[in-house]
């Protein structure tokens, strides 16, 4: 298996909104995952020091908040001012009792802190036009006017300057309180889009893509919203979620093929519509929901379910040492389409199907989903370059023949760092993979990490944090060529610079 590399063939430039996260009043990731005043960690905000160091250290750039499926049914209102008198309500979204203890003002303060860019959804389920431009009114006015006013007499005399906006979130899906045909969601979306460009052009606004390409409206969706939307909205969203279907483990370690297939046909359904209208805009993705979840599970637990509660422990899957490689093959795919997915992000950031899990008083651990993610944002810099050559094939049962070798490279002319980010999507056959590297000039090997176990079911937990984590890989350059060896499901981070 060979690749070459010349930087003359390029994708685009890396493109650091692709390292997004996700942060939902869901189970446990607000309350005892980012914010626990108890915690001996807490800031003076309530906030959990320990995750915040986590949460730097994994490198995320951007944060949706505050849904996903909460924000259907959520009122902002609630979430801002004194503590002490924000209501109790209940979250139909999540079946739980929301305290309101973290809301709008909290959360951008926190977002300030921790150096990541927000990424606000706005109520489209159960709430229209008038509560969006209030919203964004709270948020981004100036002073002198009602709520920009009230956000001041709430303590923050500036406005936060939020620029990534979500027009409501997957719409399409009858479990979204206040869901929509296409026709009538691409209405609201269209008025409050023409409103917020109308208060700041330069704001990006995100419109609801299908939820999945299982919708049975999924293309029928995008065009309709788009044909109403064009040329008010700047992204459209995109979300998935893989697991292994009836033991497939096979199609498991394969899905960013189902991600790669997904993102052409968003593209070619948006540059469709860009045709039919004669435009040169092009509408780029959001795909601001992507992440291992083992749904399946979840929708056991749920017929269990009694009474609700606060901040009950939903969806908190432990990740193994195979779901950290299909998360790293993930993040290989969006840097291969970095000049099309606009922006990013892993859903979520804690307890919730996260790279990070805590005890409530007690610990905080990287999952090892975390190291693929936090090596892919510390390492992927400049430019993304094309990969040519011979990859090899692995057969598999949902997606038919694809790569062995899934690759991306990244060249950051400034500092002469390559970076090489690879999958083994086989699960039984190892890999060597040289790549020719003579366009680049002398360079040599700073560091190859690999992640993956001989025990693909291994896991970190509370008492072994650290089982699963990067390890050096194998790798020799000799001359101009570097050759790799990859174990079976395993995935790598390998570095070199200019002499």
């Known amino acids: 298996m060979t690749s070459t590399i010349d930087p003359a063939f390029t994708v685009g430039p890396v493109n650091r909104w692709l390292f997004g996260t996700f942060v939902e009043h869901l189970g446990r990731c607000v309350y005892t995952g980012i914010y626990e005043p108890t915690h001996p960690s807490a800031d003076e905000d309530g906030f959990r020091g320990d995750v915040a160091a986590l949460v730097r250290e994994l490198g995320a750039t951007v944060v949706r908040y505050p849904g996903g499926n909460f924000v259907s049914n959520y ?238 422990a939903l969806i908190q899957d432990v990740y193994t040492a195979l779901d950290a490689v299909v998360v790293g093959s993930l993040l290989i795919t969006l840097l291969r389409n970095t000049d099309r997915v606009g922006v990013a992000c892993q859903a979520q950031l804690v307890n919730a199907i996260a790279p990070i899990l805590t005890v409530e008083g007690g610990a905080a651990w990287r999952q090892t989903i975390f190291h693929p993610f936090a090596l892919t944002a510390k390492y992927a810099r400049g430019t993304v370059l094309m990969l040519a050559g011979d990859h090899g094939e692995v057969d598999t049962p949902a997606y038919g023949s694809v790569e062995q070798v899934w690759a991306v490279a990244t060249y950051d002319e400034e500092s002469g760092e390559l970076a090489l980010f690879a999958a083994n999507r086989s699960l039984t056959e190892p890999a060597s993979w040289t790549v020719r590297l003579g366009a680049l000039g002398e360079l040599r090997l700073l560091e190859h990490l690999a992640v993956g176990d001989e025990d693909r079911n291994a896991v970190n937990s509370q008492d072994a944090p650290d089982r699963v984590v990067p390890q050096p890989g194998v790798s020799a350059l000799s001359g101009d060529r570097l050759t790799v060896t990859l174990p079976p499901a395993s995935w790598h981070c390998i570095r070199l610079a200019s002499r």
Not at 90 to 113: K, P
Not at 177 to 182: D, E, L, R, S, Y
Not at 255 to 263: G, L, N, P, V
Not at 264 to 269: F, G, L
């Open 75 to 312: 009122r902002w209102e609630d979430g801002v001012g004194p503590r002490a008198s924000r209501p109790r309500v209940l979250d139909l979204a999540w079946h739980s009792i929301e305290t309101n203890q973290v809301g709008t003002d909290d959360f951008l303060a926190w977002c300030s802190r921790v150096g990541l860019e927000p990424m606000l959804a706005v109520n489209l389920g159960n709430r229209g036009l008038a509560e969006a431009v209030d919203y964004l009114e709270y948020v981004n006015g100036a002073p002198g006017t009602r709520y920009a006013d009230q956000r001041v007499s709430n303590g923050n005399p500036k406005p936060w300057g939020v620029r990534l906006w979500c027009l409501g979130n997957e719409m399409d899906g009858p479990w979204q309180i206040g869901h929509k045909t296409p026709l009538e969601y691409a209405r609201i979306a269209q008025e409050v889009a023409h409103a917020y460009k109308t208060f700041d052009p330069n704001l990006l606004l995100v419109a609801c893509g299908s939820s999945n390409t299982s919708m049975p409206t999924f293309g029928e969706w995008e065009r309709v919203v788009l044909e109403h939307c064009y040329d008010d909205v700047d992204l459209i969203s995109a979300h998935v979620y893989y697991e292994p279907v009836d033991g497939d483990e096979v199609s498991f370690l394969a899905s960013s093929a189902h991600m790669d297939r997904y993102i052409r046909d968003v593209v070619a359904t948006a540059d469709h519509v860009a045709a039919r209208r004669h435009s040169s805009k092009r509408i780029n993705i959001s795909f601001d929901e992507w992440n291992v979840w083992f749904a399946a599970r979840h929708a056991q637990h749920e017929e269990q379910r009694a009474e609700a509660s606060e901040a009950p």
